[in-house]
């Protein structure tokens, strides 16, 4: 797996993932803040298959 994912794509992924689970935590949007586990876990690995099927990459190219 390649990095497709980059610093700032990263960041909001993880922030927004968290906020989603604090959110289904405390029940103020049930169960669908549950999805925030997606955001959350691509943020952490760096790679979001969605991207790759779409042929999108957020990262600097590397020499």
């Known amino acids: 797996m390649n990095c497709n994912v980059g610093k700032i794509d990263k960041t909001i992924r993880i922030v927004v993932g968290i906020a989603l689970i604090v959110l289904a935590l405390t029940d103020v949007i049930g169960a669908w803040g549950w999805v925030g586990i997606l ?4 943020g952490f690995i760096s790679f979001c298959p969605a991207y790759r099927l779409l042929g999108l990459n957020t990262c600097r190219r590397q020499s």
């Open 39 to 42: 955001p959350l876990a691509t």
